[in-house]
């Protein structure tokens, strides 16, 4: 594991090695501490594009994110294109895997095409994902999408869900909450704005 990268999930998987990592991952076998390193960090990768594999949060940012997760709380990140938003995202997804909680990460775009595939084949929606079941929930590149009424009303759904049965959710947008309103509407906008603390990330194109 390389020592300048992934510090949190580091920190993360020994305390799981310590506490509960037999029970959690490695169903109740022995594995030297290298060997354990190598199955978290496939664990926490679950669902991770490659190349986010290595994505991670500032150590300092850990407790604050636990903080938010016992209100019931997650981060809304938005900012400019290319400017870290994503990093973040997974970085945090990839820090509470390795801490334990149960979580699920999309793009909302690909979600979305999932849903219509559903619907094609005569599926309900949101019971074939089962929002209300996981834990903390993760949705990149939300407003992307564009917002028809069918659209509108399955991300009113699952905003909703997650806003009445206090589930955590953690967002990352182009847009702020401001603009997102204008695209996807009052109600769901200030849903957001209560479930979530607001992190604007800010600098040029990382892409170009």
């Given at each position: 594991m390389n020592n300048q990268q992934n510090k949190t999930i580091k920190y993360a998987a020994n305390e799981i090695m310590r506490k509960n990592f037999e029970?959690?991952?490695?169903?109740?076998?022995?594995?030297?501490?290298?060997?354990?390193?190598?199955e978290i960090l496939k664990f926490v990768n679950k669902g991770v594009p490659p190349r986010y594999n290595f994505a991670d949060i500032p150590l300092s940012d850990s407790d604050k994110i636990?903080?938010?997760?016992?209100?019931?709380?997650?981060?809304y990140i938005w900012g400019p294109v290319g400017a870290g938003k994503s990093f973040r995202l997974y970085g945090i997804y990839r820090f509470l895997m390795a801490s334990g909680y149960d979580c699920a990460i999309c793009n909302y775009i690909n979600l979305i095409s999932k849903l219509r595939d559903a619907v094609s084949s005569g599926d309900d929606e949101l019971d074939?994902?089962?929002?209300?079941?996981?834990?903390?929930?993760?949705?990149?590149?939300?407003?992307?999408?564009?917002?028809?009424?069918?659209?509108?009303?399955?991300?009113?759904?699952?905003?909703?869900?997650?806003?009445e049965n206090l589930l955590p959710t953690f967002f990352a947008s182009n847009l702020s909450l401001f603009s997102l309103a204008e695209k996807i509407g009052d109600r769901m906008a200030s849903r957001i704005a209560e479930m979530c603390e607001p992190v604007k990330i800010e600098g040029e194109d990382k892409r170009i």
């Open positions: 029970k959690l991952i490695n169903n109740g076998k022995n594995l030297p501490n290298s060997k354990a390193e190598e636990l903080a938010l997760l016992a209100k019931s709380k997650g981060e074939l994902l089962n929002f209300e079941k996981i834990r903390v929930l993760f949705i990149d590149d939300l407003g992307v999408e564009k917002g028809t009424e069918w659209v509108n009303e399955i991300t009113y759904r699952i905003i909703n869900s997650r806003y």
